[in-house]
């Protein structure tokens, strides 16, 4: 049993005052009473209250609690117990046998050298540490991760050239990544956590200063490596062998830190040639990481720590000595990635870092909004997320720090749409009325289309939220759009009213509108947020409603492009009396417009395939006691409550106009079926048609294939009577699964 505390009240003057102060048994105030000032302590004058007390606590039932108003549930919910070391994250240090030392006492104690160590400790020194770098850029803090190496606390205190220079190297690379990911603001707290809890990050030495040391250490390390190499016909020593590996090993690893860090650096740089410049030294970085991979074994090997985390235990590390700096919390375990994996990682990073230096080579808005779209796909690091949103917009506001976004949203627009506002032989083009309304739409649009990139570097679960608050500003600017249509549509009917300026940018804006939706319906099958009942009516909102919408709006896009064309060819043609050739022209929308077919008969194809396995009792319903499916079905669609165009449709409507009763004879499964079937086959003859199919065409075609069989089977009533319920393989596509009857 606890010992129950004495509790005591304090009578002071010039009004009485209660105090309460736990007491143990033994009556050792002098613990407890810190937090008490000694002034208070000496006015006191204390009264035993332990009796009243017990009282008071025995008029409350079981399962009461008084509390103070201050204190409600929101508050007792993130309470924690001090000193609990379930609960409080500065206990994990007691449960240890061993002292645990800072930088400073361990070289006093000798428990550290920092001076003449040998190769497999450096080696062994430098894995770990890459192992508690990427921890850290995986989501953990930097005073569980970096800083449990007691080498980067001080690197002034090195004396061995080589790893006081990667211990600043390493401090400097953190410094950066941190400088990045902030600037980026594209991470969470369950992505990143920035703080550096005091820590000095070598920001009393240049980068240049610490790439130059690197340098010097991997040069002297070059000459150890040649004068070890085995010669022509030479008897070779095993020993002499061992060294010559050991010292390569540690050559390549100092080498790769100089490099990424150089290529960080080199990120920092305005110009857009400093990326070409950052994408060949990442290159030249991947080069070393097969060898660094082969030559693990040459490090020394740590021992797993005996508390929790998996933490490893070796000379210059020690997992505990920061834990007085975390916030009394609940104990988070930050467990250190092993080093086989480390080398993997980096390769992983150095690709998409690769991949990050590509976008510079597109020019047009759409084209970087596809580029952020497919990047986000593979899930990528905050690093490579952060540096990807800075490399395209600069510090200065610029794209690729030349070009300025409202450029980039006119090119789009001409693109897109070719609104007779932007094109150069309309008189609207140099009218300066026209010229001040399509600014300042193209002005008001810059905010949002930074904004939606920014989303993009967001990870996948946040991205779907950041999406459906979006939405509230392209509708705005789905407003105004349509108010400069109408008044550059006034304006253009007095000067040529051959041209007509009807819906241009309000389909450019709309476009996009849908393109959000889409994509925010879309991801809730990767994130695994529909239940298998919920199923049909995502599916029908996307084939029947935004799909069908968005092949109006490519349609409406192309012929407003067409008609302009027409117009300019008729006034070239007016001026030239040559004849000249007509060439037939790939038109610009034309493969978006394949893909959306494509996809509308994916969902009309899983709608129908989900409305017949319902009819025949193979869908799980849960019992609705709390909610209803008007309510779920409202909760998923409640983003598109903003938007205006396309107008949301309520689950009223949806029922109406989903009611199979309306059809005289109402299908049955087996009809479902085989229309289900019909569209699956549909989408892979589209698919099979477009050259140069990219990998989403394959993922597509790999879920249609197998659909139609299973469909067509269902169709001729295989296995109807048995009550197993149907699975879904997302494996080959994120949004549109294989039906598999068991």
Same mark, same amino acid.
């Given at each position: 049993m606890r010992p129950v505390p004495t509790v005591r009240a304090a009578v002071g003057e010039p009004r009485e005052s209660t105090m309460v102060m736990k007491s143990a048994v033994d009556d050792d105030d002098a613990g407890w009473g810190l937090g008490i000032p000694e002034k208070m302590r000496n006015n006191a004058n204390w009264v035993d209250i332990t009796h009243e007390f017990k009282g008071a606590c025995k008029e409350l039932n079981l399962g009461e609690? &008084? !509390?103070d108003k201050l204190f409600g549930l929101f508050e007792a919910m993130s309470a924690i117990e001090m000193m609990d070391p379930k609960m409080d994250a500065g206990m994990i240090g007691n449960q240890v046998n061993r002292k645990v030392l800072n930088f400073e006492q361990?070289?006093?104690e000798g428990a550290i050298k920092v001076k003449d160590l040998s190769l497999p400790e450096l080696i062994g020194i430098i894995d770990t540490s890459f192992c508690c770098l990427i921890t850290w850029l995986e989501g953990h803090s930097l005073a569980q991760t970096v800083f449990t190496c007691l080498y980067v606390h001080n690197p002034d205190l090195i004396e061995e050239p080589a790893l006081k220079a990667f211990a600043l190297g390493i401090l400097k690379v953190c410094d950066i990544a941190r400088e990045k990911v902030n600037k980026a603001a594209v991470f969470e707290e369950e992505d990143f956590q920035a703080m550096t809890y005091g820590f000095k990050m070598a920001n009393n030495v240049s980068d240049l200063r610490v790439?130059? /040391? &690197?340098?010097?250490?991997e040069d002297e390390l070059q000459r150890k490596v040649k004068s070890t190499r085995s010669r022509q016909g030479e008897q070779r020593d095993p020993e002499m062998e061992q060294e010559h590996q050991q010292y390569l090993a540690l050559f390549n690893r100092i080498k790769f830190t100089r490099l990424l860090l150089t290529a960080l650096i080199t990120f920092t740089k305005k110009e857009t040639s400093s990326v070409g410049e950052a994408q060949k030294l990442v290159v030249q970085a991947a080069d070393l990481l097969s060898a660094m991979h082969s030559s #693990?074994? !040459?490090? #020394?090997?740590?021992?797993?720590?005996?508390?929790?985390?998996d933490h490893p235990i070796m000379m210059g590390f020690e997992p505990l000595v920061n834990q007085r700096l975390l +916030? +009394?919390?609940?104990p988070r375990y930050a467990k250190i990635i092993k080093r086989e994996d480390m080398v993997a990682y980096f390769s992983k990073l150095i690709e998409r870092i690769k991949t990050v230096c590509d976008v510079i080579n597109t020019t047009n808005l759409h084209g970087i909004l596809d580029f952020f779209c497919e990047f986000s796909e593979q899930s990528p690091c905050v690093l490579s997320r952060s540096l990807l949103q800075t490399t395209f917009l600069i510090d200065n506001k610029k794209v690729f720090g030349t070009h300025l976004?409202?450029?980039? #949203?006119?090119?789009? &627009?001409? @693109?897109?749409?070719s609104p007779p506002v932007l094109s150069y032989k309309c008189c609207l083009f140099n009218n300066h009325q026209a010229k001040d309304y399509s600014d300042s739409f193209v002005t008001h649009c810059s905010r949002p289309f930074c904004s939606l990139i920014q989303i993009h570097g967001h990870n996948r679960a946040r991205q779907r939220d950041k999406l459906g608050h979006i939405l509230e500003e392209f509708a705005t600017l789905q407003d105004e759009a349509e108010k400069v249509d109408a008044a550059l549509h006034s304006l253009l009917m007095k000067l040529e009213p051959q041209r007509q300026h009807l819906a241009c940018l309000g389909t450019w804006i709309l476009y996009h509108n849908l393109r959000i939706m889409i994509q925010y319906l879309l991801s809730g099958f990767e994130l695994e947020l529909y239940s298998m009942h919920e199923y049909y009516y995502i599916y029908w909102y996307l084939s029947e409603f935004l799909y069908a919408w968005l092949m109006s709006t490519l349609s409406r896009a192309d012929s407003s492009q067409m008609a302009e064309e027409r117009i300019t060819e008729e006034q070239v043609k007016g001026r030239s009396s040559k004849k000249t050739k007509k060439k037939k022209k790939v038109r610009p929308l034309s493969k978006e417009i394949t893909m959306s077919q494509a996809y509308q008969n994916m969902c009309a194809g899983? @709608?129908?395939? /989900?409305?017949? &396995?319902?009819m025949d009792g193979k869908v799980r319903k849960p019992q609705f006691e709390l909610d209803s499916e008007q309510v779920r079905y409202e909760h998923r669609f409640a983003p598109f409550n903003s938007v205006v165009t396309p107008p949301p449709v309520h689950y009223i409507q949806f029922k109406e106009m989903s009611d199979l009763r309306k059809y005289n004879p109402p299908p049955g499964s087996a009809d479902l079926y085989m229309a289900a079937s019909k569209h699956f086959q549909?989408?892979?003859? #589209?698919?099979?048609?477009?050259p140069c199919p990219d990998p989403e065409v394959n993922r597509i075609l790999k879920v249609a294939k197998p659909n139609i069989v299973v469909t067509k089977l269902l169709a001729g009533g295989h296995k109807k009577e048995t009550k197993v319920l149907p699975e879904f393989d997302f494996s080959a596509h994120k949004y549109f699964p294989v039906v598999k009857i068991i």
């Open positions: 609690l &008084l !509390h361990a070289i006093k790439t130059g /040391m &690197l340098k010097d250490v #693990i074994q !040459h490090g #020394i090997q740590s021992q797993n720590d005996t508390t929790k985390g +916030p +009394p919390t609940f976004m409202q450029d980039m #949203i006119k090119d789009a &627009l001409r @693109y897109f749409v899983m @709608y129908k395939t /989900m409305v017949a &396995l319902d549909q989408a892979k003859l #589209i698919l099979e048609n477009v």
